[in-house]
């Protein structure tokens, strides 16, 4: 009896070690699995130095591609970055920008220009830069003008153009719209940001603002390193050895990569134009709360199991069992660098094979060891992938994957400042597209919240929105049946859309009935 409630503790222990475990980040996960077999990972044996001279540096991997990407398509604003924060409360417009300026000053990739100097491309740090920060009164505006002025500004400030080589990188308004209520939109190229800087940027506002406030001094440490210590030390790491082994993985594992065929509505143009629209999606809270239950069930992540839905969802609609998506990694797996501003998302080509009609839990492990396997070889940058396979270039598509899916997970920092409210909105529609599709997930109080963005020159809106229904319905349909395989799902999704199409033609005969009701009421008007 003894062992046996020995055992049971046992196995109670072993259950709640892989439910945590299964809640780790991916990269989390691929580092425990590295220390517990006894191997340590060299980007951890040393810290990254600061650099001994200033002014210019090398540009890292991923400001590289950004830089050629630019000199590509100068017109575009598909890399811009917006930030909308809406403030509650009495604002001091003076210590905002002061905190804004703060920032600057301490990071150095906001004071960053590009320049070609002695045939190679460099990053310009200026020494010191300070911003304005222009206000716009729409306080006497009627609430639906208000709004709509809202929208033209916002438009017209994210699809203002950068210089790189002129800079600044970053642009800040902010709108008066009420009494006691702003909206401050900070704008950035993605050469000197991503989706993380944005946690790190306004973490560090409410800081200063919280400090400046009260007359105090910052509280903030001053960082370790600046971005360009990055790039430099990232250079000389990336070399060797280290390098050789992360491209023979890569060669490999992209061998006789695929090109998904998505079914279109328009023919794909020779050149892509970049233009896009966005939909949203809004999974229902115990749907949401049910998919987690089953990735902690199944031990993986919570972005295994989208991506695995996700590419059901593909295989569905171009026939193809080898499925390629890209995903994003935050690549700041380093304590130096997870407080910095700068360009350190790096991108992951997730090649899964969905072949002889495998389960929905099949499907789940061929997804966690494809993806745990890339995770374990991040390190080589994009750029780097790309130049390594010498591909050839086409001005169609983007190489490599042209759908992405990305679950957002960067750390958000607590908002709160005496007597003001503060909430991060979501992301401004620029208009433009890098993609045939990006589908973003992020959790919030309410459920999964979805984003897809998609390419107007190849997809109508009316597709899309029949996608993400159907997304919707796999999502439903394995949190019930993980053990459905491949083709029992697609049969779900086949009889809702007959349903769809009945119902559909029902609507149009009843829009023709009300017609013909209401030629026969004119006409027997008339003849009265």
Same mark, same amino acid.
């Given at each position: 009896?003894? +062992?046996?409630? @020995?055992?049971?503790?046992? &196995? ?7 439910? $945590? ?6 990269? =989390?996960?691929?580092?425990? =699995? ?16 600061? $650099? ?15 830089? %050629? ?36 000053? $301490?990071?150095?990739?906001? $004071? ?7 045939? &190679? ?15 716009? @009164? ?40 009420? !009494? ?5 939109? #900070? /704008? ?5 940001? @991503? ?8 973490? !560090? ?6 400090? +400046? ?8 440490? !001053? ?86 839905? %996700? ?9 193809? *069992?080898?499925?390629?998506?890209? /995903? ?9 660098? &997870? ?29 966690? @060891? ?11 940058? %994009? ?33 709160? #400042? ?7 909105? *979501? ?29 107007? *020159? ?6 899309? /929105?029949?996608?993400?229904?159907? %997304? ?22 086949? =009889?809702? *859309? ?16 009300? =017609? ?13």
């Amino acid at each position: 009896m003894t +062992f046996r409630n @020995d055992s049971i503790s046992f &196995e109670q222990k072993k259950d709640e070690i892989s439910r $945590r475990r299964s809640q780790l980040s991916v990269v =989390k996960q691929t580092l425990l =699995k590295k220390r517990l077999c006894g191997f340590e990972s060299n980007t951890q044996l040393q810290l990254i130095p600061r $650099r001994s001279q200033r002014g210019s540096a090398p540009l890292s991997f991923a400001q590289q591609r950004m830089w %050629f990407l630019y000199q590509l398509e100068p017109n575009s604003a598909a890399y811009n970055q917006v930030a909308s924060i809406h403030i509650t409360g009495s604002l001091d417009l003076a210590v905002l920008e002061q905190s804004l300026n703060e920032i600057v000053r $301490r990071h150095e990739a906001l $004071r960053t220009t590009f320049a070609i100097a002695e045939g &190679e491309s460099v990053q310009i740090i200026a020494p010191a830069l300070t911003i304005t920060l222009p206000r716009v @009164d729409l306080r006497k505006l009627p609430e639906v003008e208000r709004e709509q002025e809202v929208q033209r500004r916002t438009t017209q400030e994210v699809q203002q153009l950068f210089d790189l080589e002129q800079g600044p990188l970053l642009r800040s308004i902010l709108l008066h719209l009420s !009494e006691t209520e702003y909206l401050l939109q #900070i /704008t950035m190229h993605h050469i000197i940001t @991503d989706g993380w800087t944005w946690g790190v940027l306004v973490r !560090e506002l409410v800081a200063l603002y919280e400090a +400046f406030s009260i007359g105090k001094p910052s509280t903030l440490p !001053e960082l370790p390193i600046q971005y360009a210590d990055f790039a430099i030390w990232q250079r000389q790491w990336l070399a060797g050895e280290v390098l050789e082994t992360q491209v023979a993985y890569w060669k490999q594992q992209l061998h006789n990569l695929p090109t998904l065929q998505l079914p279109t509505d328009r023919p794909r143009p020779t050149v892509q134009a970049f233009r896009g629209a966005r939909q949203t999606l809004m999974l229902p809270k115990a749907l949401s709360q049910e998919l987690k239950v089953l990735s902690q069930q199944e031990g993986i992540t919570l972005f295994m199991l989208l991506l695995a839905a %996700f590419k059901t969802l593909l295989h569905w609609y171009t026939d193809q *069992d080898d499925i390629v998506v890209g /995903t994003d990694v935050a690549n700041r797996n380093r304590p130096e660098v &997870e407080g910095l501003i700068g360009f350190f998302v790096n991108q992951l080509v997730l090649r899964t094979n969905l072949s002889g009609n495998p389960t929905f839990r099949e499907l789940l492990g061929r997804v966690r @060891d494809c993806t745990l396997s890339a995770y374990s070889h991040q390190d080589l940058p %994009f750029e780097k992938l790309l130049n390594a396979l010498k591909l050839e270039r086409t001005r169609s598509r983007m190489p490599l994957f042209q759908v992405k899916l990305v679950l957002q997970n960067a750390p958000l920092p607590p908002l709160d #400042i005496s007597g003001l409210t503060v909430n991060i909105l *979501d992301e401004v529609e620029t208009g433009e597209t890098k993609l045939d599709l990006y589908l973003e997930l992020r959790e919030t109080e309410q459920g999964l919240k979805g984003l897809l963005e998609y390419d107007t *020159d190849l997809f109508d809106a009316s597709s899309i /929105t029949r996608m993400l229904k159907h %997304f919707e319905i796999i999502l439903a349909s394995v949190v019930t049946q993980p053990d459905a395989e491949l083709n029992q799902l697609e049969e779900i999704l086949k =009889k809702t *859309d007959k349903q769809q199409q009945m119902l559909h033609k029902i609507k149009q005969k009843e829009v023709f009935y009300q =017609k013909l009701k209401n030629v026969q009421r004119k006409v027997i008007s008339e003849n009265l």
